[in-house]
């Protein structure tokens, strides 16, 4: 069996859910490899199926001064070694599609970002990679729209294709999280994940000293928005973790902190297994 089918298959039977989690961003070699080793240790502990998350490239900064990451080619020789070194799979972002063949060679899932959930070429050749693809919903999205970009990438060949909520614009710099979206994106036929974290962000939202803006985010509601997404039911969560949220170069007020990982999850797990009883 193709090891990107097997993958799919696991992550789809997974109870009570799998696991997509890692910083935000690779910092640096030293910091993607410790933060694999502590997330492989709760998960393995919980019995969680994980998929290692990091990007090589932040491409959608609010400010072009902000940090990235270390770029394609580098990135991906870094999350190449979390995934020999640690032996579990790797998910990780791409922008442009002249990235998805480079990407498709290291990662096991490939995620669209929200804000191109739309783009055709884009989900295409992120598709003929036969990766499977997690496709953020758009925040400008209505749930119904993931039933299109599903079968975009079904129609170049591809059936390992999930669907994820990440919040929908509220006005001006904010999110909320309709647990409705979750249950409507069912109609796409294949795995539903929520992204805790991002859904929380304050997109531009936060002014800085000497001008300009980037987003803020409220670390605090975490737990609140995920109990909400494991008690109506979702087949994964997204979430990043980060040893020092409050240092991170990218999204710190959304990144969950690693020492509460274990704790959180253990609720989740809990809430999950109780729904399933009914």
């Keep these: 069996m193709d090891s990107s089918v097997a993958l799919f298959n696991q992550l789809k039977a997974a109870e009570p859910f799998f696991l997509l989690a890692g910083p935000n961003v690779i910092e640096s070699e030293e910091h993607v490899l410790k933060m694999a080793r502590h997330l492989k240790s709760v998960a393995s502990k919980l019995g969680l199926p994980l998929v290692f998350k990091s990007s090589f490239d932040k491409a959608n900064r609010t400010s072009s001064k902000s940090f990235r990451g270390p770029g394609l080619e580098e990135g991906l020789k870094i999350l190449e070694k979390v995934k020999v070194t640690y032996d579990i799979p790797i998910v990780t972002d791409v922008h442009e599609s002249y990235q998805c063949e480079a990407v498709g060679r290291v990662a096991d899932i490939i995620q669209i970002p929200a804000f191109l959930c739309r783009q055709t070429d884009l989900?295409?050749?992120?598709?003929?990679?036969?990766?499977?693809?997690?496709?953020?919903?758009?925040?400008f999205c209505a749930p119904s729209v993931m039933v299109n970009?599903?079968?975009?990438?079904?129609l170049a060949g591809n059936q390992n294709v999930m669907v994820c909520e990440r919040g929908t614009m509220f006005g001006y710099n904010d999110l909320i999280v309709?647990?409705?979206?979750?249950?409507?994106?069912?109609?796409?036929n294949c795995p539903v994940v929520a992204d805790i974290t991002h859904s929380l962000q304050q997109p531009a939202g936060k002014k800085l000293?000497?001008?300009?803006?980037?987003?803020?985010?409220?670390r605090e509601l975490i737990p609140c928005i995920a109990r909400t997404c494991v008690a109506v039911g979702v087949d994964g969560i997204f979430m990043e973790v980060h040893d020092d949220p409050l240092n991170a170069p990218v999204d710190g007020p959304t990144q969950w902190p690693l020492r509460q990982l274990e704790e959180l999850l253990e609720e989740l797990i809990a809430i999950?297994?109780?729904g399933f009883a009914f």
């Design 209 to 218: 000293e000497g001008g300009g803006v980037a987003s803020g985010g409220l």
């Design 123 to 139: 989900l295409v050749a992120a598709a003929k990679t036969g990766r499977i693809i997690n496709i953020k919903k758009g925040q």
């Design 178 to 188: 309709d647990p409705r979206n979750l249950e409507w994106m069912r109609e796409a």
């Design 149 to 154: 970009s599903a079968d975009k990438i079904r």
């Design 272 to 274: 999950a297994v109780w």
